[in-house]
């Protein structure tokens, strides 16, 4: 059974420190992705990676960045959190190539800046 | 900017009931694919359709794509209170990225 896997399902933290969210798969898949998840406005991605070292900016990288340094693991850092980087954030991986594949997503992790 | 727009934003039925969304996009696509995601949680793929088909079942659920109109709809039959979530369309276009809309909650009545 395919499985990707989230560091926290919640998560507390001040205004200003450093926060790293872990995402693992196990599918040996090439693409991950971190997307943040906010009422009435879907998911919005925000860094992709394509195979390890290798990372593209999406929709909304602004005070995030990320590190793929292993094939299952991609990680996402908040350099220095602020309150409206509260969110749902979502990591998924896919398979590379073809037109039906279809991206796998972990639980979630709940941010919440105070 | 989100690709899709699912309508209508929320989807209140009873149990039995057929339950229909939709979803519109802007831009050309290889494939659109629908998710359901239950509270709190991730999201689960439900079925993907290529931009070179019309409608594709699997289940209770049946999508249909009509490119000319840029939009896709999903149908989920005889609904069950385990069908409440919201449910996503993605749009993939060329690489390995998806565009996800707002999503539609779905709540099932027993």
């Known amino acids: 059974d395919v499985k990707v896997t989230q560091s926290s399902r919640y998560l507390v933290k001040r205004t200003g420190e450093k926060v790293f969210l872990e995402c693992v798969q196990d599918m040996d898949h090439e693409n991950m992705f971190w997307y943040r998840q906010d009422p009435g406005l879907g998911l919005r991605l925000i860094y992709f990676?394509?195979?390890?070292?290798?990372?593209e900016k999406g929709d909304i990288p602004e005070g995030y960045s990320v590190s793929r340094e292993k094939k299952e693991r991609f990680s996402l850092i908040l350099e220095s959190a602020s309150t409206n980087q509260t969110s749902m954030y979502l990591c998924a991986s896919r398979k590379t190539g073809g037109v039906s594949y279809e991206q796998y997503f972990g639980p979630g992790t709940r941010l919440t800046v105070t | 900017s989100q690709q899709g727009e699912e309508d209508p934003q929320a989807l209140s039925i009873q149990e039995g009931e057929n339950a229909t969304m939709n979803c519109s996009y802007k831009?050309?696509?290889?494939?659109l694919q629908w998710y359901r995601q239950n509270s709190g949680r991730g999201l689960v793929h439900l079925i993907l359709?290529?931009?070179?088909?019309r409608e594709k079942h699997s289940g209770r659920l049946r999508v249909t794509l009509d490119t000319s109109k840029k939009s896709s709809s999903l149908l989920i039959t005889a609904s069950r209170a385990a069908d409440t979530a919201s449910y996503f369309c993605?749009?993939?276009?060329?690489?390995?990225?998806?565009?996800f809309g707002g999503g539609t909650r779905v709540l099932v009545k027993p």
């Open positions: 993605a749009t993939g276009g060329a690489g390995n990225k998806l565009t």
């Open positions: 359709i290529r931009s070179n088909e």
């Open positions: 831009t050309s696509i290889n494939n």
């Open positions: 990676s394509y195979d390890v070292k290798m990372k």
